[in-house]
């Protein structure tokens, strides 16, 4: 399994960016997919995930901000990042976890298996 992140760079605070995340070597349909992100110095933390119905967990720092959606005709997931801050800066990964129930949405990195190499994300003024 292959998962290629893309979409990271600069931005102000209060600006947007968009995240992709391309799998291959499975069966996406079957996959909750999720992004997590790390900052220098922190531990790796749960952002947002969408599992096999379509539905979505986010964590509590980034509600209302981000969103994330999936299409698996092309096997990939999408992050949209808006009013973003300074301490959104991290190395973002995705990450993607085969044959979950159909309505259970894991929120922790042990429950996914596979993973992205990272992308860097960097809210600066």
């Known amino acids: 399994v292959q998962l290629q992140a893309s979409g990271g760079g600069s931005v102000q605070p209060g600006g947007s960016l968009s995240l992709s995340c391309v799998v291959s070597?499975?069966?996406?349909?079957?996959?909750?997919m999720g992004w997590f992100r790390q900052a220098p110095g922190k531990e790796r933390e749960f952002v947002a995930a969408?599992?096999?119905?379509?539905?979505?967990e986010y964590s509590d720092s980034v509600k209302g901000r981000f969103v994330i959606s999936r299409d698996n005709a092309v096997n990939t997931i999408h992050l949209q990042m808006n009013a973003l801050k300074p301490e959104d800066t991290a190395v973002y990964y995705c990450a993607s976890e085969l044959g979950t129930e159909y309505y259970y949405t894991p929120r922790s990195d042990y429950e996914f298996s596979d993973w992205g190499q990272g992308t860097q994300v960097t809210v600066s003024s």
């Open positions: 070597g499975s069966i996406f349909s079957n996959c909750a």
């Open positions: 969408i599992g096999r119905d379509f539905s979505a």
